[in-house]
């Protein structure tokens, strides 16, 4: 009998599966209130936000530009300076005149007289594309019609890697057209000045309320005056002698700073009084021309030197401290300008030395003006395949 159960009890424990001997697992639990599965009650609440600890969140890293943004606003912010929106009238047809790489090219217009300035006559100037001494008759002489041809030119000849900027890029300010325009060099000083330190926008915006403190509505004027003059519809610059009579309270009121007023109203005393003249910014040396502004508060170095380029359209003009034309240089020859890193004084990024700038660029005079147009358009043209 007692094999008998033994065998039985083996046979069942072998037909039975593991599954079968463990416990069922209870059901859950349903909640009564189906509203308190979705809505937790307020002690909850607060008690899981007590046990929440607080963190804070990871910070993004964020890689900081490798270049500071330019000290020197060039090319586009000083196209004010050469802006004649309130005094260029319609433009005159491009009058072939002689041509001076060494000096003043413009038409200048004098800020008391309206009047356009002759330059002193010059010796002509052989031209270098035509000049021949097989011919009897006397060789072409250098105008404001061929002399960006002869710039440019001398640009490939000096460094062959200037076609491809030469032939995409089009230096419209010293081209026959950009010489024709009529400039007031005491209009452009006084754009160089409300420009600084703002934006292109900004400083159109002040300066249109400088002009606007001269030139005021019809209905405010004499009834006289404003029937004389009801078919003026441009408001004209104002005369250096009517800034500098002009209170300095009533100058800022056009948004200018305390010490820019006073920078117009010293510049407005130098012309009214004789000091600065249109005929001497066109006929004296760049030196001089360089050693006179920069004398007049307000006016540094830079200043002058873009103001000679682009408003005398003076062609032997460069700039060591433009940013843009460093960095352009540096691409020029080159140079990985995105990861230059070498520093300055004055805690300013520099990607190139002035020393080896002067080197570079001697070799383009007489014409270091049109090169140093270039230098700020390098980046927007592979220089790289040359052949």
């Known amino acids: 009998m007692a094999s008998r159960r033994s065998a039985r009890l083996a046979g069942m424990v072998n037909s039975t599966k593991l599954t079968d001997l463990t416990p069922p697992l209870p059901p859950p639990a349903v909640s009564r209130k189906r509203k308190a599965a979705h809505a937790p009650a307020a002690d909850e609440i607060e008690a899981n936000e007590a ?96 002399i960006l041809e002869e710039a440019c030119a001398h640009l490939i000849k000096v460094d062959p890697r200037m076609r491809p900027l030469i032939a995409k890029h089009h230096c419209r300010i010293f081209s026959p057209e950009g010489l024709a325009e009529q400039i007031d060099p005491f209009e452009s000083l006084c754009s160089s000045i409300i420009s600084q330190q703002v934006s292109g926008a900004a400083a159109k915006s002040i300066k249109a309320r400088f002009v606007a403190l001269f030139n005021p509505p019809p209905d405010a004027r004499a009834p006289s005056a404003a029937a004389a003059d009801i078919t003026t519809t441009t408001p004209t610059f104002p005369t250096p002698s009517a800034v500098a009579a002009t209170p ?114 001697a070799r383009f005079s007489p014409y270091r003006s049109v090169f140093m147009w270039y230098m700020w358009r390098v980046e927007e043209t592979d220089v790289s395949t040359m052949e």
């Open 248 to 361: 300095l309270p009533t100058l800022r009121t056009a948004g200018l700073s305390q010490r820019k007023a006073e920078y117009l109203q010293g510049l407005a005393a130098k012309f009214a009084a004789g000091e600065l003249t249109a005929q001497m910014l066109a006929d004296a040396p760049y030196e001089e021309v360089l050693a006179r502004l920069t004398g007049v508060r307000g006016l540094g170095k830079w200043t002058v030197e873009m103001f000679a380029c682009f408003a005398l359209k003076r062609m032997d003009v460069f700039s060591t401290g433009d940013l843009g034309v460093q960095r352009g240089m540096a691409a020029f020859v080159g140079r990985d300008v995105a990861r230059l890193k070498a520093k300055g004084g004055g805690g300013k990024w520099k990607y190139m030395a002035e020393k080896e700038m002067e080197e570079l660029s």
């Open 51 to 146: 046990e929440a600890v607080p963190s804070t969140p990871r910070r993004r890293r964020t890689t900081k530009p490798t270049t500071e943004l330019p000290a020197t606003p060039t090319p586009a912010a000083v196209s004010l300076i050469a802006e004649e929106a309130h005094t260029q009238k319609p433009k005159p047809a491009a009058v072939t005149r002689l041509a001076d790489p060494s000096r003043t090219n413009a038409l200048l217009r004098s800020p008391k007289t309206s009047r356009i300035i002759v330059p002193a006559p010059v010796e002509p100037v052989p031209s270098k594309l035509q000049a021949s001494t097989l011919t009897l008759t006397p060789p072409p002489t250098t105008t404001t019609a061929n």
